[in-house]
Structures are given as C-alpha cells and as structure tokens.
C-alpha cells in the first residue's frame, strides 16, 4: 500500500537542520562522531493496513499519518551525526532518488546496488564503500526506513547511547530492541539475558518471524522485538560476514575499485548481483551469531513497524496474553514467567 497523497513530505534539508537543532537543544555529546547509514533500497515506507482488528492502530501511532519515514529516519540521522557522516544504501537507477529525502546528500554518500538482493548485501555494500574512509574505531549506526516512531527525543538519547557503547565497548555489535506491543509475526524477538534499562545485555535468543503462538512466549520470556537499529564499528560488523562471505567481499571490493570513476552507476556490480542469490542480515547472519550480539533495551517511544502481521491475534486466541507482561525496565526475569526453557 503506496504512500496516499496529501501528507505532509518533509525536505531533506530542513530535516537536518531541525535535528541539528534538536541535538544541541538535548545537549548532546558524543565522543567520537559517527556515521549513519539509512537502509533504503527496498523503499520500503508504505503504510499498513488497518484491520478491524486494530481499531487503535491509528490512534497509537499519529505519525503514520503525517511524516514521510524516510525523511524522518533522515532526520534522526541528523540527531547524531553531521550531514557530511549520512550516507544511504539505496537500488538503483539513482536518478528516481533525486528528488526525495536523499536528495541533498553527498554524491559520494550515497551507495547504489544495481538491484536489491537482501539486507545483507545493503550493510556490506556499505561497510565497503566506508572502508579506507573511515578510522576503524568509527562507529557505524545502521536506520532502516520501515517504522514510525512518535517520540524522537526517547529514540535520538537511545541513539546517543548506542553509539557511547559502540565507543566503549567496540568489540560486540549493538541491537536496539523495542517492548513489544504485542505479538508480531512479522519481526525478529531478541531475548536478552539480563533485564536493563541502559546497560546492554549479551543476547539469550534471537528468533526471526515467529509465528504468533511462538511470539507469546518469548514476549513472556523478556524478548524485544527487532527494530533492526543496530550498529558497530566497521570490524565488528564485518566480522559477521567473515568467513562465509569472503569470497563474495573480495569481489565487492574488486568492484567497487573498478566504480571508483562513476559511482552512482554501479555498472561493475551488476555482474556480481546478477550472481547472488538474497540473504537476510537478521535471518542469516544476527540470528546465527546472537553470541557476537548486545541489546539495548529501547523505551517506549511509539516505535511501530510499517509492516502489517500476516496474522492479526484474536482475542480469542489460546497460549498466554494478548499483549506483554508488563514488567518494567530493570525488574527480573524469573523462571515463572518466562515461556522458554533456559
């Protein structure tokens, strides 16, 4: 479902400016400045479905209806990093992206694959064209365009704080995971082994698209849904790829030295896509390595995924509650309300 007309389409430029804004109006201060790279290749802001079975849907999250996503993740981009340290993946041709959100971002910052082939491929195209461009302490934060978020000053500090961690702490790679509102067939649930509010957590469990009898239990076992805000410095992530994916980085990189004289027309990639077959980074490579993983607990600030559940829960439905637990931040997991087996 296409975006309808008649919403209000924030430009590129005043988003940025906005954010800068907000960022010294929150008095913001990271130690090392980071890169954000917007995930936008699938151009994935459409607008779910509201069934009869969400009747609330609308009311909880406003901004489904008044903010273009991209633009927006463009903008809580510019929370974090300056406009020269945004960059986005996106399919080509280039041309059609001129006119969006993108459109005033720097030429050289915008990474184009010939056509899209998973997420995975999106994050290494990435990581490559930073490499030699970036100290390797850098950290790296990863925004998709596929949800909404009400409350921007909740997620610019969870930002903020991913980013310190990332600094501090550079060896794992950082999720942020959202409360869940419910059960979701649609997204990945993070267990996290200890329950914290700022600290991050190494991961229990990473479970991708449950279906929703599965979902209740790792909602009641403490998961976190997915928002696949993650981040990293450029080894840590790459090393996810490693070794699988050798062989596949050393064309890529072949490549992209070949492009080096046109890089918004990615002709030497079209022969190494044309061979790929798609790849999942939360499927195939997070969900398989959760032990290289940490887990920020992300406060409710309205975050909600643009994707419809290909199962909407009844009421009626057997197996455990509707919606979470209700524990707050900080209080223990116990063996008795946890549907998991640990």
Sequence with gaps: ?????????????????????QSAEFGL?????????????????QFPAITAHE???AQRQPAMTTRDPLAQTLRRAATVSSRDK?????????????LSALKDLALRNIFVQPKHHGTAYEVLLALLQLEGRVPSTTPIV????????SDEEVMT?????????????????????????????????????????????SVYEFVEKPDVRQARKLINAGGLWNTFIFGGNLFSILELFRPRF????????????????????????????????PVDFSRDLLAKQAHSLN?????????????????????????GPLLDTGRDAGEPLSGNDSGLDR
């Design 1 to 21: 479902m296409s975006i309808p007309p008649g919403l209000v389409i924030e430009g590129a430029e005043l988003a940025v400016d906005e954010a800068a804004a």
């Design 29 to 45: 201060h990271i130690k090392i400045e980071p890169w954000c790279v917007l995930l936008a290749s699938r151009e994935t802001a």
């Design 55 to 57: 009747p609330s849907a």
């Design 86 to 98: 945004i960059g986005a993946v996106i399919e080509g041709p280039a041309e059609r992206w001129r």
């Design 142 to 149: 990863f925004l998709p365009s596929d949800h909404v978020v």
């Design 157 to 201: 500090r969870s930002l903020v704080n991913m980013v310190e961690w990332i600094s501090d702490a550079p060896r794992p790679v950082y999720l942020l995971g959202a409360v869940p509102e419910g059960p979701h067939d649609q997204l990945g649930y993070v267990v996290p082994w200890h329950d914290a509010l700022q600290m991050p957590s």
């Design 246 to 277: 050798d062989a596949t980085i050393t064309a890529f990189r072949t490549a992209l030295q070949a492009n080096l004289g046109d890089p918004v027309e990615p002709r030497a990639l079209n022969a190494i896509y044309d061979r790929l077959t």
């Design 295 to 319: 887990v920020l607990r992300l406060p409710r600030c309205g975050w909600w995924p643009l994707k419809s559940p290909k199962r909407v829960p009844q009421i009626s439905d057997a197996d």
